[in-house]
Nanobody, 115 residues
């Protein structure tokens, strides 16, 4: 059974940082391109960042230069370092494969950026 468990969210002031983690199990993690997605209140879920099995990365324009995705294939984990956070980054953050599988969505982790 596939499980993706996100953690590391919280509340932070604008300009602050957070590091999200995703622990994966139940599938061959190392061969999959993995991604982070987010869903803000009242908006559709959107893609944020991606990392291939070989470590190549890609980012949505809104986070490029501020967020860094990484992975540890030995631990079946994918991380998202978020710096210079803005209020518009407030959302529930999820990890999933690229493209995402409907069966893999976890509970996500809430990130709130506010004074």
């Amino acid at each position: 059974q596939v499980q993706l468990v996100e953690s590391g969210g919280g509340m932070v002031q604008p300009g602050g940082s957070l590091r999200l983690s995703c622990a994966a199990s139940g599938f061959i993690f190392g061969i999959n391109t993995m991604g982070w997605y987010r869903q803000a209140p009242g908006k559709q879920r959107e893609w944020v960042a991606a990392i291939t099995s070989g470590g190549s990365t890609n980012y949505a324009g809104s986070v490029k230069g501020r967020f860094t995705i990484s992975r540890d294939n030995a631990k079946n984990a994918v991380n998202l370092q978020m710096n210079s956070l803005k209020p518009e980054d407030t959302a529930v953050y999820y990890c999933n494969t690229i493209p995402p599988s409907d069966d893999y969505w976890g509970q996500g982790t809430q990130v709130t950026v506010s004074d």
